[in-house]
């Protein structure tokens, strides 16, 4: 037996009508009846149906009108119509199937050949939605394949940039090292205070291999879902006090002012992760700040409320950020770095980790710049990072 059909009766004549509802109910179909096209198309919208019984000669919207409505939505020219009519004529029927019609029939119809036809309509609907449905499917795994296939070949070009980066950034520590424990081998003559000099700089060298290290660490096991990052609310005034012990000395040798301006209720507190919060945002912009500035200038950290959200900016007066650089700022795939103003070198993978656990924390990132071959008297970069101030309930 043949699977049940939603099938709907086209039909102004009422006697029409429950004779071909209760024929087709007791085949099993379910049916519904309209009295004219107007109605029809109106409960085609409503609900899905798998056939139309469709009569020509109704009031309101004939059948060819409704079959040129059914031809113009997208949808319901899926379903097909069979025309049963007491027109008979070759010209009616050539016309219903040009405007889409499955079959045609005679209202004087053998109950016999209507249910075959019906039948054949149905199923032929069947596998037509079948065919769409494994089309459908199909295309959502190719789509699902070829983001994923993008978003590995993506994830393995920025590990493979950055692993290049780190090699050469601790290969150039390690030369440091190196070649100071070489210079004191051979020039060693009691001269203390240059192997101190010497020493402080294997120090630096080896601070900043394990900070490379930690940092990359750190990406690898968030990423992997190894570790999961810890959000807190994290106090700004204490990162404000550690960020002026930290790059003091750096600021004294290029005699920047730093001024930190907050108009907001102390403390204030972000919802971040403390040590990277510190150790890799703040770092690489206020790093990054003083690296582009000149020297005799000034750095300005600037903090403000915005409803449930801060805003922490850090502004320079240095030479800004051209706007080809500005739009690949944040990748790992493409190579940012420039020598500061006093000709300081960096990795250039500083302000993608910037963004990466900006991001982490919930929080985005917004940059503004204005270079010093474009704006002689107006130049520097404003770099905002926005954080949520209070952690969601349920954390």
């Known amino acids: 037996m043949s699977e049940q059909g939603r099938i ?19 085949q099993g179909h379910s ?11 109106a409960r085609l919208r409503e609900k899905p149906f798998d056939l ?50 499955e079959d045609y029939l005679p209202k004087s119809f053998d109950p016999v050949l209507l249910r075959a036809r019906i039948n054949a309509c149905l199923e032929k609907k069947r596998l037509r939605d079948h065919e769409q ?36 950034d601790i290969a ?30 294997i120090s630096r060298a080896a601070e900043a291999m394990h900070e490379i290290i930690n940092t990359v660490r750190e990406l690898e096991a968030i990423e992997s879902g190894k ?16 960020m002026r012990q930290l790059f003091s000395e750096t600021l004294q ?32 912009l206020l790093s990054n700040a003083i690296k582009f500035s000149f020297p005799d200038s000034a750095i300005r950290i600037s903090v403000m409320s915005r409803g449930d959200e801060v805003a922490l900016t850090i502004t320079d007066s240095g030479i800004g950020i051209p706007p080809d ?27 993608p980790v910037v963004k990466k656990f900006v991001e982490y924390y919930g929080g985005r990132i917004e940059i503004e710049s204005r270079t010093i071959e474009e704006f002689p008297n107006d130049h520097g970069t404003s770099i905002t990072i926005i954080l949520r101030e209070h952690l969601p309930e349920s954390a």
């Open 31 to 41: 049916v519904e009846e309209s009295a004219n096209g107007r109605d029809a198309l």
């Open 325 to 351: 650089l500005v739009a690949n700022l944040f990748r790992f795939d493409v190579k940012t770095t420039r020598p500061g103003t006093l000709q300081e070198k960096g990795t250039g993978f500083g302000m």
């Open 253 to 284: 040798t290029k005699k920047l002012a730093l001024t930190i301006e907050t108009q907001a209720p102390a403390p204030l507190f972000v919802v971040a992760e403390p040590l990277t919060l510190g150790n890799h945002v703040l770092s690489n």
């Open 52 to 101: 139309i019984l469709l009569d020509i000669l109704m009031p309101e919207m004939d059948g060819y009108e409704v079959l040129t409505e059914l031809k113009r939505d997208a949808e319901l020219q899926k379903i097909p119509v069979i025309v049963i009519s007491a027109q008979d004529e070759l010209q009616s029927v050539v016309r219903c199937i040009e405007l889409g019609a």
């Open 133 to 168: 449905r494994e089309k459908i499917e199909k295309d959502n795994l190719l789509r699902d394949i070829s983001l994923k296939k993008e978003l590995l070949e993506k994830t393995y070009e920025e590990k493979r940039t950055l692993l290049s980066i780190v090699t050469h």
């Open 172 to 201: 150039n520590a390690v030369f440091a090292i190196q070649s100071s424990v070489m210079l004191e081998a051979r020039n060693f003559d009691n001269d203390f205070s240059r192997l101190g000099k010497n020493f402080a700089r």
């Open 8 to 26: 709907l009766v086209v039909d102004d004549h009422r006697t029409n009508r429950l004779k071909l509802v209760l024929g087709l109910s007791r």
């Open 227 to 242: 570790a999961k990052m810890q959000l807190s609310q994290v106090c700004l005034d204490d990162l404000f006090t550690k």
